[in-house]
Structure formats: C-alpha cells, structure tokens
C-alpha cells in the first residue's frame, strides 16, 4: 500500500524558512514523479513543484520559481521542498503526490495521482 507523509509545516514570519518533506513508502515503481501541491482556503489546488525519479529533473510553478527547491533522498525516499522568502500567499495546506510513469512539466488531474499524502499546513504571518 502506498504511502505519503507529509511533515514540516507551521507558522513563520514573512521572509522565513521551511522545509517540508515528504516521506514515501511501499511504491514499487521504478519510474514515478513527485508532485507537491498546495491549496489554500477558497482557492483550487495549485501545483508547485516536481521532481522525476528518472533522472531527478525538477519543475517548479512560476509562483515558486527562485523561492522553492526540490529535492530527494533516496536512501530515505523522502522528498523535500525548501521554500524561502515566505509570504502571505503561500499560506495554505501543502500536499505531496505521486505518479507512476510520468515525468514532470504537467499538473495531472488529482485523480491521476496513485496517492497522496495528509497535507502539512503552512502558515506566512506576523
């Protein structure tokens, strides 16, 4: 059974750091993405970052771009997003995702995904 555990959120000041992970288990695919998402309260779920199991090539939204890095450990296979220069807007729940075949560069529907995980909500206030 697959298995995502987001972790990481909170509350931070605007112009603060987090790193959120996401922490996979029991996907046997060699050939999957990791997608993170994040929907904040009244607004659709947006994508924000990715990263390919292929060959670790990323993919960031233009909202994230410059702020945010992906990465992954894959002695842990746990993925990570560090996100800096935190504003308000980034307030939301932060979701990771997984998809197996794919690469990145493409929001799929959110019934395209294999699993996703709880959500970590992150919260950008003074």
């Known amino acids: 059974q697959v298995q995502l555990v987001e972790s990481g959120g909170g509350l931070v000041q605007p112009g603060g750091s987090l790193r959120l992970s996401c922490a996979v288990s029991?996907?046997?695919?060699?050939?999957?993405?990791i997608h993170w998402f994040r929907q904040a309260p009244g607004k659709e779920r947006e994508g924000v970052s990715c990263?390919?199991?292929?060959?670790?090539?990323?993919y960031y939204a233009e909202t994230a771009r410059g702020r945010f890095t992906i990465s992954r450990d894959n002695a842990k296979n746990t993925v990570y997003l560090q996100m800096e220069r935190l504003n308000p807007e980034d307030t939301a729940v932060y979701y990771c995702a997984i998809r197996s075949w794919t690469g990145c560069g493409y929001w799929y529907p959110i019934h395209e995904y294999n699993s996703w995980g709880q959500g970590t909500q992150v919260t950008v206030s003074s």
């Open positions: 990263i390919a199991s292929s060959d670790g090539s990323m």
């Open positions: 029991g996907f046997t695919s060699d050939y999957y993405a």
